[in-house]
């Protein structure tokens, strides 16, 4: 039997799995939405996110480290309400203007050149011929002090103190036994394990306290007398050569505190307070000083007993009280502050200009 000319039939089309989308589907909404991020398996790391725009900023360190000299020492000194006012008023009426800064002035040093040619050989055949007697000298030091010198290493290994009078009397006996050595620096290399290092902070802490306490002694005993120009002139001086030096210790103060400490020196910095506290004692003693001439010079020609000497004119007299005045701020600011007796004359002083010129 033939068979006839049936076509076959297209197989039917494939039915999507259980979850899946189908092709009109896909045709009218688009790609599909990319797949969720995987989750992390338990103990392991996730992938970084990209961050839109600079992270926020690191927290604030708690507990961060003060500066060890933030504290000021205890003092007798504080802030005044009326000094800078006072001294506004009465520098406005005396100048008229605003004080003017002196720009510091700049030393120049010129270096000299090194000795050349034929005094330079000869200073070299000096120094050789020389050099043999120096070595022998030291090597005799070494065998002579050799005693003494382990001594003083073990002296100055466990030396520690917090009294700066007893720093002072044991490097005075350190340097009763130095000053012999013909050369410190050869002697005592040829000693293994000799501290240098705090042989050296010893001197620079002794020293650092012997300068600032003949500061205090000088201004304690300093002798206020007229004539009181020359008296200012003298203090100012001072003042600006202290200041200058203090400035310099301040800048360095937290560096050398931890120098010293590593070497078991307290260090007594109150000294600089003291220092501060002198200064003003001082400009009070101008100030009365200044206010005590300034009455007696009143009586006398109220009373016409004596005529006013020539300095002592009503105007020059104004101009000699403001000038202390003068210096009794440039003192508050360089203390950083007065005690109730300069608090007391620093008004009457101020007074007294004022009532001059009908204010």
Not at 200 to 222: G, M, P
């Amino acid at each position: 039997m033939p068979f006839k000319n049936v076509s076959t039939p297209p197989p039917p089309p494939m039915m999507p799995s259980k979850g899946s989308a189908s092709n009109t589907m896909l045709l009218e909404k688009g790609p599909p939405p990319p797949p969720p991020p995987l989750m992390p398996s338990k103990g392991s790391v996730p992938n970084a996110m990209p961050l839109k725009g600079p992270g926020p900023p690191p927290p604030p360190q708690f507990g961060a480290r003060k500066s060890m000299f933030q504290t000021r020492s205890a003092t007798k000194l504080k802030r005044s309400t009326q000094m800078p006012n006072l001294f506004r008023d009465i520098r406005s009426m005396m100048e008229g203007s605003s004080l003017t800064v002196k720009a510091s002035s700049v030393r120049k040093v010129q270096l000299g050149g090194s000795t050349g040619g034929k005094a330079g050989l000869a200073a070299s055949l000096a120094e050789m011929t020389k050099r043999s007697t120096f070595f022998q000298q030291v090597e005799e030091d070494i065998k002579k002090y050799s005693k003494s010198i382990m001594e003083l290493k073990a002296d100055i290994n466990s030396f520690q103190t917090k009294d700066m009078i007893k720093l002072l009397k044991f490097q005075s006996n350190v340097e009763s036994i130095l000053q012999f050595l013909t050369d410190e620096s050869q002697v005592l290399a040829k000693f293994e394990g000799f501290p240098s290092k705090k042989l050296e902070t010893l001197r620079t802490a002794a020293a650092l306290y012997s300068k600032f306490d003949t500061i205090v002694t000088t201004l304690k005993n300093w002798d206020v007398v007229l004539p009181l120009g020359q008296l200012l002139d003298k203090i100012e001086k001072y003042l600006s050569k202290i200041k200058l030096q203090l400035d310099a210790f301040e800048r360095s103060k937290d560096e050398e505190s931890r120098k010293f400490k590593s070497h078991n020196i307290d260090f007594e910095f109150h000294i600089v307070t003291k220092i501060r506290e002198s200064m003003v004692d001082l400009s009070s003693s101008c100030m009365e000083l200044a206010l005590k001439e300034r009455r007696e010079s009143k009586a006398a020609v109220e009373n016409q007993e004596t005529m006013a000497k020539p300095d002592q004119k009503p105007k020059e007299s104004i101009k000699m009280l403001w000038r202390v005045f003068q210096l009794a701020f440039r003192v508050y600011s360089f203390a950083g502050g007065q005690d109730d007796r300069a608090e007391k004359l620093a008004k009457e002083l101020a007074d007294e200009i004022l009532i001059e010129n009908g204010l």
